[in-house]
């Protein structure tokens, strides 16, 4: 009787600690994919301005005036030509991000083009935060965003 106590006890205990490592690896999943989702994409359109520099001091140019803007560049790629601010969350449940990005791209020796989207993700914050949605462009900040950073960058 003691061993088949012993035997169900840890063939239980085994079963427990199976089930525990299936858990972690779905948080750790769960995880992975909240992270991956907030990582930034960039989406078709948006509008755009040209420069009369040279790509690398319009890419410098932008930088700047977004970081004198007050806002937190988290991505400055300068051989992708991408700089992504970081997400402004608001909501409380329901939750809005909305981050700024800007392609630069080379448009001849001297002129240089700058592509500008202001992007929206939701996503729903309850007992576990969901992965955020796909991006879609917001068009009347990204309007206003580029006037603003036309406005920084005028000679």
Known sequence: MKLITSV???GALGLSMGVNSRAGEFADRHNAAVEASAVPVAVPGGETLTLKQDYSTAFESVVSALQKSGESVVVANRDSGMIATAIAVSGTWRQTGTRTVITVIRDGKADTLIRVEVTKQHRFKALQTDPWGD?????KLT?????????M???
């Open 8 to 10: 169900v006890l840890a």
């Open 135 to 139: 991006p879609s462009i917001d068009t």
């Open 153 to 155: 960058l005028a000679p």
């Open 143 to 151: 309007h206003e965003k580029t006037g603003a950073l036309q406005k």
